[in-house]
């Protein structure tokens, strides 16, 4: 890989400057913005300072280009295997930050974002048809979670509970018969 571009992958005190970043977008919806947590995750920004850098990729783009090979090619980079594992941790940290700084959709841009990135644009090629804003909501609201997200006691429930009773669920007839029949 390009070494005077990504010197190693991101580490977890990035990411949690990255977090820390509590503005969506500062300014225009592109490269140059500083201190914006969506320029910052995508690897536009120094991971250390939140200002805006062309000479090196960072968090979300280091890892296409640390990879090399198909992963640091726009266009055959979903056809590497690590692509969607490394985009559900992607997915991962936004989910972090929408949790953590809880932002109204009023301020996902509107207008003057690159071309097909606004608000009330559609998201293609996905199926059905969603507008980009529509995606700037928990995880939650669209039906997952990610299981090191969960309190201790969802924890449970989701890893304990929840499988018995899926389990008991399978067998209620069974259990039921057998009760009767003695």
């Known amino acids: ?22 503005e969506y977008e500062t300014g225009p919806m592109d490269r140059t913005a500083n201190m914006s947590f969506r320029n910052a995750l995508e690897g536009f920004s120094n991971p250390a300072n939140g200002i805006a850098t062309t000479s090196q990729s960072s968090m979300h783009n280091s ?23 490394h985009h559900a941790f992607v997915d991962s940290i936004f989910e972090q930050w ?5 932002p109204p959709r009023t301020v996902y841009p509107t207008a003057n974002a690159p071309i097909g990135h606004n608000d009330g644009y559609y998201m293609v090629p996905f199926m059905p048809l969603f507008r980009n804003g529509d995606y700037f909501l928990s995880s939650k609201e669209f039906g997952y979670t990610y299981a090191y997200m969960l309190d201790p006691g969802q924890r449970f429930l989701q890893e304990v509970l929840n499988p018995y009773l899926d389990q008991a669920q399978q067998i209620w007839r069974w259990l039921v018969g057998a009760g009767i029949i003695g």
């Open 1 to 22: 890989h390009d070494r005077s571009r990504v010197a190693r992958l991101p580490t977890s005190a990035e990411v949690e400057f990255c977090l820390s970043l509590t």
């Open 98 to 102: 929408l949790r953590r700084h809880n």
């Open 63 to 85: 890892l296409h280009v640390f990879m090399n090979g198909s992963m640091s090619s726009v266009q055959g980079s979903a056809n590497d295997p690590i692509f969607i594992i």
